[in-house]
């Protein structure tokens, strides 16, 4: 398995013959909104350039996975861009009537796609009224006969299924949001640095951060999680790639991997109209 961080959430993952866009955000730098309501600068996003040479490296690109529809995920540049090249989008079935009716040939990702065991997992995107609001967002587990089993966090904070899902699925790689994002109240909408420690102590996985110093409430900065790491005696087991980066990884364990579990194919609701209008 081969996994190139490019920027914020966006990443090609090489899984067997496929290469995965993972939550491509294409943008400008400024073409975006801002986020940082209150307490803090607000600038607008993107904040970073894509990495020199990434739209090289997004042409390998045969297949397009979205975790959840905010605009730093699918931007309308990474849309257009996929529409032109008329690459699979994959999906949780929640998000894939939209993406559909936004013109995207998208499929609800389930098991068997890319040859690979897949479950979806829940995930919350803040806490309380504001992770309510949020709308659903969606994690994903893939285990390829031939690779390692990566599990996508996707955007979350700790909660009962994401814990669960690493007791019991035992990834060989975890990709975890580590921004720490808030809007300036409502308290973080991903996980903070204190959790990013115990989720890493929690688990055997080699652990990925991502989602960092890309956008405006994102305070999490790369040297201050490795600094932190570092003192928790965790840096071996953690991974902070720069954009661009290009990480490699082989299959050690190759013992029966877990059963994963069917989806529920969960669809739509009133969230998910007000989410949508925001990508």
Known sequence: MKIQHLRNATALITIGDRVLLLDPMFGEVGSKM??????????????????????QAVEKATDVLVTHQHFDHLDGRARHWTKQRGLPVWASSIDVPYLRKSGLDAKVLRGGTFDSK??????????????????????????????????????SVPTKTVSEALD?????????????????FGGDILFSIDELVELTRNTTARVIFHHLESLDHCPTTRHSLRQ????????????????????????????????????????????????????
């Open 118 to 155: 897949v479950e979806r997992i829940p995930a919350r995107h803040g806490r309380g009224v504001i992770g309510w609001l949020m709308g659903h967002v969606s994690g994903f587990y893939l285990a390829h006969p031939d690779e390692p089993a990566i599990y996508i966090i996707g955007d």
């Open 228 to 279: 932190r790491m570092k003192t928790e005696n965790l840096l071996d087991r953690v991974l902070i790639p720069e954009d661009g980066e290009t990480m490699v990884f082989s299959r050690q364990d190759h013992s029966p991997r877990p059963k994963s579990r069917t989806d529920s194919r969960p669809g739509p609701d009133f969230r998910k109209w007000i989410t949508s209008k925001l990508g």
């Open 168 to 184: 019991r699925l035992q990834p060989e790689i975890v990709l975890v949001p580590a921004g720490a994002a808030n809007f300036g």
């Open 34 to 55: 801002g986020l940082r309501v209150f307490r803090g600068e607000r600038r607008r996003n993107p904040l970073v350039p894509m990495p020199s040479g990434w739209e």
